[in-house]
């Protein structure tokens, strides 16, 4: 969270929010001068996070139903979160880049999007290695949608994450 600067008050998403679990500690870190953006594309885990919030007493963490292309947030997003589910993404009717063009459509001038998944190959926990994301896979998305690699980081000693801003690529990609 921190390479995204994620803080007190910040306006954050996730998109592929599932079950809520990564949501929540997002709405921990951003208190209630915050506001955490739950998206995922199916009705039945957008009713979960919304369960899930009210018993955790967490009101400014908002559900939104997205679809596969568009995920139908707002302006003014200072960080966007995508963990372990770009494979998903790479799934028809998805197109990553158009998701990712939206996406970054609702960015503040200076926000950011990161990508959280495992390495290739396999060793550790996660999906089979064939149901794993080349880091580069990745990139190339993100770049074809007008994004620039911000940092690249390792998260464990078995995932990767990616961040990356609007605009031309600053970091060469590897």
């Given at each position: ?29 951003v208190g209630p001068n915050g506001i955490v ?7 039945e885990m957008i009713d979960r996070i919304g ?29 966007v979160v995508i963990v372990e589910t770009f ?88």
């Amino acid at each position: 969270m921190d390479a995204l600067r994620i803080a007190d008050g910040s306006v954050v998403a996730e998109l592929g929010a599932a079950g809520g679990w990564f949501a929540i500690r997002l709405a921990r870190r951003v208190g209630p001068n915050g506001i955490v953006y739950a998206e995922d594309i199916q009705p039945e885990m957008i009713d979960r996070i919304g369960r899930r919030v009210k018993q955790e007493n967490l009101p400014w963490v908002r559900p939104v139903l997205g679809t596969a292309n568009d995920p139908r947030l707002p302006q003014g997003i200072d960080a966007v979160v995508i963990v372990e589910t770009f494979a998903e993404m790479e799934l028809p009717p998805t197109n990553p880049v158009l998701l990712l063009k939206k996406t970054a459509e609702s960015l503040k001038p200076d926000g950011r999007i990161g990508i959280v998944d495992f390495n290739p190959g396999g060793g550790g926990p996660g999906p089979a290695p064939e149901q794993r994301v080349d880091p580069q896979t990745a990139i190339n998305a993100a770049t074809a949608a007008g994004l620039r690699l911000i940092a690249r980081e390792a998260v464990q000693p078995f995932q990767y994450l990616l961040v990356f801003g609007k605009g031309p690529a600053a970091l060469p990609t590897p």
